[in-house]
């Protein structure tokens, strides 16, 4: 079965400055990969996927994802943080097993300070 | 489009009391779902359905029962609340269940309470 690792249940970040938010999957074939967001009391909003083709993802809101297949890994980047990118973040990927399965990391809480 | 509608947004019961979160989709979509957050540990998929009158397991399915009678709708029965199923519950759709690369639509999400 596949798995979703996400690094650091908290990342605090000042304004402006860049946001890294790092996933690491596991998977014995290239996956589908999504990330998701979610703000206080709402539900879960796709950023970006990953499907097959061109490996940096562009999302909204400025945020972008990069697939490396070496490195099983698909982080999210944004190179300047603002305040209502505060929000917890979910990285998650779909798994093939006759049906589709969507699996999720535990999730990474963005703190932006000002 | 409404998208994806939960009801109700907030409950509280008591143990052993019984109840049935409602999930509605307007997207004609194949695939539906149910998860459950807690903190520290993502979202969990409870049930999922591919289609009307198919149902299957996932992670955490003990204490909770699904039915798919309509493509529309996909409510979650708890039968007996336990003070562990305390938890925020989504409800999620995807327009194909072949379709790796769809992804999932949430609702807004159910704050469960059991007491």
């Known amino acids: 079965a596949q798995s979703v690792t996400q690094l650091g249940s908290h990342v605090s970040v000042s304004e402006g400055a860049l946001v890294l938010l790092r996933c690491n999957y596991s998977s014995s074939v290239p996956p589908y990969l999504f990330w998701y967001v979610q703000y206080p009391n709402q539900g879960l909003q796709l950023l970006l996927k990953y499907t097959t083709g061109a490996t940096l993802v562009k999302g909204i809101n400025g945020f972008e994802a990069e697939f490396k297949k070496s490195e099983t890994s698909f982080h999210l980047t944004k190179p300047s943080a603002h305040m209502s990118d505060a929000a917890e973040y979910f990285c998650?990927?779909?798994?093939?097993?006759?049906?589709?399965?969507?699996?999720f990391g535990t999730g990474t809480r963005l703190k932006v300070l000002a | 489009n409404a998208g994806v509608t939960q009801t109700p947004k907030f409950q509280v019961l008591k143990t052993g009391q019984s109840m049935t979160l409602q999930c509605a989709q307007d997207m004609n979509h194949e695939y539906m779902s149910w998860y459950r957050q807690d903190p520290g540990m993502g979202l969990r998929l409870i049930h999922y359905s591919v289609g009307a009158g198919i149902t299957d397991q996932g992670e955490v399915p003990n204490g909770y029962n699904v039915s798919r009678s309509t493509t529309e709708d996909f409510p979650l029965r708890l039968l007996s609340a336990a003070p562990s199923q305390t938890s925020v519950y989504f409800c999620?759709?995807?327009?194909?269940?072949?379709?790796?690369?769809?992804?999932?639509?949430f609702g807004n999400g159910t704050r469960l309470t059991v007491t």
């Open positions: 998650a990927v779909s798994e093939a097993s006759g049906t589709y399965k969507y699996i």
């Open positions: 999620a759709s995807s327009y194909s269940k072949f379709r790796g690369n769809s992804p999932l639509h």
